[in-house]
């Protein structure tokens, strides 16, 4: 693989890459009930009989609430002038209607539900039929997230067994992901995994580290079974160790160079390892997240699928340190711990927070660091 002339922090990775050979060690209103409940029509004449009688069972419930007392009507069929006493009973009459409206609406609607015919089906228990095949517990399936998309958007998988599962179809091809979790969640372990998985397939990788060295970085990858050292050999996998400070220092000239330097190596997956590091060496917050976004932008515009580690915040396990990532990434993975009140076996725990144009799960699943690697538990629930 022929190298460019171009910055040396990633000629130099390159160069040097051929000497590790024996690295192997290692998502309204109010309906204002606009109690417009105001002056009642004065209605003389016959009524329609059914309307009379619905009318008069109303009213009575009405006054038998709103008076505590027997049934008081008017004298509204005699045609005469009405007395003053007539008058001051509508008026009391009006004005309790308007007090009880949402009474009377209730009464209604729960007698309107009583009246309902009932659900006939082959059920048990009265049941619809096929509900006594569904299971409503925590304990119940996922929906099946291994059908086809209905998108024609290219996809990838992750290469973590049973996070595949949750994704339907895939994460799609060029998204900038990031795995948030506190020290020992495995967070550099999903991203050997995530390359691992392009690797075997033939593609080409460039894993950037800034807190381990290239030989560290090997050395993790073998003890999972992973063998970087070959890829290396084979000039499929790059591995750039940088000082933070340094990367900070040249983020700009990087950046601008990283969508060329991906290009002409050919890579299809990206990891950096992690991001809080390179956050912490910006004190300003303004400019922290210029520089942040700038990077991420530069990631985008390279075409490659990224993923980014990054530590949690310290009152938040939902949330990176400095908050920036994930409102710059496509897609959000969400590692912690989970202890339980009765000092039972502390757990580990992942969420998908988001993922941009693709259906996922958004249970929390349970997951295992392994000597292979990482594996979730799909069909498992956390108690």
Known sequence: MPVTDHDDWFERALATEGDDDDVADGDTGDADTTAETGDREETTGEHDRGDESH????????????????????????????????????????????????????????????????????????????????????????????????????????????????????????????????????????????????????????????????????????????????????????????????????????????????????????????????EMMYDDQAKRRNEIFSFAKSLKDAGVTSLLTSEAADDNPYASRHGIVEYLTDGVFVLQYVRPNDFRETRLAIEIQKIRDANHSREKKPYEITGEGISVYQQGNLF
Do not use: W, Y
């Open 55 to 278: 009318d008069t069972e109303i009213d009575l419930e009405f006054v038998d609430e709103g008076h505590g007392g027997g049934p008081e009507t008017s004298d509204r069929g005699h045609g005469g002038k009405r007395s003053e006493d007539d008058k001051r009973r509508e008026t009391d009459s009006d004005e309790s209607d308007s007090n009880d409206s949402d009474t009377l609406f209730d009464e209604d609607f729960g007698s309107a539900l009583e009246n309902a015919p009932a659900a006939t089906g082959g059920g048990q228990s009265g049941s619809p039929a096929g509900f006594s095949d569904i299971d409503f517990e925590l304990g119940g399936d996922d929906p099946d997230f291994e059908e086809d998309p209905d998108t024609d958007l290219p996809r990838i998988d992750l290469g973590v067994d049973g996070l595949d599962r949750m994704i339907q179809g895939g994460v799609p091809e060029r998204s900038l992901m990031v795995a948030i979790g506190s020290a020992g969640t495995g967070k550099t372990t999903f991203g050997l995994q995530f390359l691992e998985c392009g690797l075997q397939q033939g593609e080409q990788a460039v894993f950037i580290a800034l807190e381990e060295s290239r030989e560290r970085v090997i050395n993790s990858a073998t003890e999972k079974g992973f063998a970087f050292d070959e890829h290396v050999a084979d000039g499929r996998l790059a591995i750039v160790d940088l000082n933070p400070v340094e990367l900070a220092h040249s983020l700009g000239s990087i950046g601008s160079e990283l969508p060329t330097l991906i290009e002409e190596f050919g890579a299809s997956r990206l990891v950096l390892d992690s991001v809080s590091l390179l």
